[in-house]
């Protein structure tokens, strides 16, 4: 089945500074990667996603980069606020299975 | 207002009880996914479910039962079988193949 490998698994930025998460995956048939946010004690929220036809997606001040070649995608928050402050999943869809697969998460943690 | 609803927020379950947590839809979507987190853990998938009267095993399914009846709803029965189920239980829909997951806001079971 697929595996997901996510890290870091904790990251800590000062306020305005870039943070950069990335994942793999082990299966090719997946073709859709989402982000997801969890705010403390809340439920995850669709940040970002995108489809393995395209390499890179921004809306804002995030953006998305994948390489179905390497099997990784990787998310990038610009200019990073303290209420970017979350656990971050990245998860691979696969069509065939009808299911994502989840990464273990990054603790990102914004400093004022 | 659309949305997923999971009830209750808390519960608590007594040693050789089988409890039910509730998760109910009006997205109309026609996929449906039980999900449980441990702290520090990324989400490892129960049981899913694609259409109605139809559900498949996840990763960690062992003590742990779904029905699907009706579109709109997907309970999850914890079993006695299930010997750690202490977690924090996510519930999630999505329309189809193109689409992330909506979260429900989550069940938090403890064994007392």
């Known amino acids: 089945g697929e595996n997901v490998e996510q890290h870091p698994s904790t990251l800590s930025v000062q306020e305005g500074d870039s943070a950069v998460i990335k994942c793999t995956y082990s299966?090719?048939?997946?073709?859709?990667f989402p982000w997801y946010k969890q705010e403390l004690g809340k439920r995850p929220q669709l940040i970002i996603d995108?489809?393995?036809?395209?390499g890179e997606k921004k809306d804002q001040r995030i953006a998305v980069t994948l390489n179905k070649t390497a099997k990784h995608f990787s998310l990038h928050i610009t200019e990073t606020q303290p209420e970017d402050s979350a656990v971050y999943f990245c998860?691979?869809?696969?069509?065939?299975?009808?299911?994502?697969?989840f990464g273990d998460g990054t603790t990102l943690t914004v400093k004022p | 207002d659309g949305g997923i609803t999971q009830s209750p927020k808390y519960l608590f379950r007594k040693e050789g009880q089988n409890v039910t947590l509730s998760c109910e839809q009006n997205?109309?979507?026609?996929?449906m996914y039980w999900y449980r987190q441990d702290p520090g853990q990324g989400l490892r998938l129960i049981y899913y479910?694609?259409?109605?009267?139809?559900?498949q095993k996840g990763d960690i399914a062992e003590g742990y039962s779904v029905s699907r009846e009706k579109k709109e709803s997907f309970p999850l029965t914890v079993t006695s079988a299930q010997k750690n189920p202490t977690a924090f239980y996510l519930c999630?829909?999505?329309?189809?193949?193109?689409?992330?997951?909506?979260f429900g806001s989550g069940t938090r079971l403890t064994v007392v």
């Open positions: 299966d090719s048939a997946s073709n859709y």
């Open positions: 479910s694609q259409i109605v009267n139809d559900f």
């Open positions: 998860a691979a869809y696969n069509t065939n299975a009808g299911k994502s697969t």
């Open positions: 999630a829909s999505s329309a189809d193949r193109r689409y992330g997951y909506t």
């Open positions: 997205l109309n979507h026609d996929a």
């Open positions: 995108i489809r393995s036809n395209v």
